[in-house]
C-alpha cells in the first residue's frame, strides 16, 4: 500500500513538474512574440521584417507565374483549336508595295460584302 501511494505521488509530482515547465515556455514564448511584435511595431527588427519581405514578394511571383501559366495554357488550346486552313495574314505578300497590299485588301473586302 506504502509503495503504491509513494508511486502515485511520484507520477503526480513528475506530472506537476512538467506542467510547471510548459508553462514557463508558454511564457517565454508568449514574452518572445510580444518582444518580436513590439520591436515590429517600432521598426526595430529588420532581419524579421526581411523575412516577411521575402515570403510576400515569393508569394506575388508565385501568383504570377500561375496567371502567366494560365494564359500560356489558354494560348496554347486556342491556337491548337484553329483550323489549319491558311488565314488571310498568312497569304500575305510582304513583297508587295503597301499601297498594292491595301488595294487588295479593299477588293477582297469589297468582294465579301458585296460592294
Not at 511595431?41 to 501559366?69: H, P, Q, R, V
Not at 488565314?87 to 469589297?110: C, K, M, V, W
Request: proline residues 1%; charged residues 40%; negative net charge.
Amino acid at each position: 500500500m506504502k509503495q503504491e501511494i509513494l508511486k502515485k505521488l511520484k507520477a503526480l509530482n513528475k506530472n506537476v513538474d512538467d506542467a510547471k515547465k510548459e508553462s514557463f515556455k508558454a511564457k517565454w514564448y508568449a514574452e518572445g512574440y510580444l518582444d518580436c511584435i513590439d520591436d515590429i511595431l517600432k521598426g526595430e527588427n529588420s532581419e524579421l521584417l526581411k523575412i516577411f519581405e521575402t515570403k510576400f514578394a515569393s508569394k506575388a511571383k508565385e501568383e504570377a507565374f500561375e496567371d502567366i501559366e494560365s494564359l500560356l495554357s489558354s494560348l496554347y488550346k486556342y491556337i491548337n483549336d484553329l483550323d489549319d486552313k491558311k488565314t488571310g495574314s498568312d497569304s500575305t505578300d510582304y513583297s508587295a508595295h503597301p499601297n498594292e497590299r491595301a488595294q487588295r485588301f479593299l477588293e477582297r473586302i469589297n468582294k465579301e460584302t458585296g460592294r
